[in-house]
């Protein structure tokens, strides 16, 4: 019995560790760019990512922009204890802007993630990090202070007009949903496959990010980057890429 206590307490303790990692960790031991590069304009608080899209618009807002994911340059790689913590240089270039006033064509801000070193033994599992190139994001800024905070995110369509996404749900006990999303994970790795340079292009993992009135949206992408987006209609299972962004 002492023994089972022990086993279950020394669980708990990893588990809190792991996730203290994550979301507790004091103002003292949050991990610290070692540099900032000089075309950032923004920031994020304690540069940590904004996961999920339901975050946002908080009431001290001044400024709303809609901006999709240009680039996402690591530049710096830092260790703290058994965590490695990768620092990125992310851009948004700016689609609209809905509220107040911001002079600059992109966003620019800094934000990290974290994984445990190869000695650590630590296992984790995580969403993706949220900022791949192509995705479309609302922010939403304090500008009160010399340097904009973004205090709100959602992720947005990226269809025109980039309004709030319709997240599909997939109930698998439903035998007609569970068809649904076969044919689609099925007409869009046959595309994959006919495309000219797919064999010069990585293969990664295929995820049904939004669904519309009439198609589905589903990123090809990997943990850290977006390989493209593609539209299925839901009548005929036909596959297009969506066309990058231009400018």
Same mark, same amino acid.
């Given at each position: 019995m002492i023994a089972e206590k022990i086993g279950v307490l020394s669980l708990v303790l990893m588990i809190s560790l792991v996730l203290g990692c994550e979301e507790n960790v004091s103002p003292q031991r949050l991990p610290q760019p070692p540099s900032v590069p000089e075309a950032v304009n923004c920031c994020l608080p304690t540069n940590k990512p904004i996961y999920f899209h339901r975050e946002g618009p908080p009431k001290r807002a001044?400024?709303?922009?809609s901006a999709y994911c240009k680039e996402v340059k690591e530049y710096a790689k830092t260790v703290q204890g058994d965590w490695v913590?990768?620092?990125?240089?992310?851009t948004c270039r700016v689609i609209k802007i809905t509220e107040g006033q911001w002079a600059e064509p992109n966003l620019v801000f800094v934000s990290y993630d974290s994984w445990p070193t190869s000695q650590s033994g630590i296992l984790v599992k995580k969403a993706e990090f949220p900022y791949r190139t192509g995705k479309v994001f609302h922010f939403w800024l304090n500008t009160s202070k010399d340097s904009a905070l973004i205090v709100g995110q959602q992720q947005r369509s990226v269809i025109p007009p980039h309004g709030v996404i319709k997240q599909p749900f997939w109930? %698998?006990?439903?035998?007609? =949903?569970?068809? +649904?999303?076969? =044919?689609?994970?099925?007409? +869009? @790795?046959? %595309?994959?496959? $006919? $495309?000219?340079?797919? +064999? @010069?292009?990585?293969r990664g993992a295929l995820k049904v990010i939004e669904e519309t009135h009439d198609a589905f949206v589903v990123e090809h992408y990997d943990y850290r980057h977006s390989f493209g987006m593609m539209l299925v209609d839901k009548g005929t299972y036909k596959v297009r890429l969506i066309p990058p962004f231009s400018k």
């Open positions: 001044d400024v709303g922009v913590n990768y620092w990125y240089e992310i109930d %698998f006990k439903d035998p007609n =949903r569970k068809q +649904t999303y076969d =044919r689609i994970m099925k007409a +869009t @790795t046959a %595309f994959l496959d $006919q $495309q000219k340079d797919s +064999t @010069t292009k990585p």
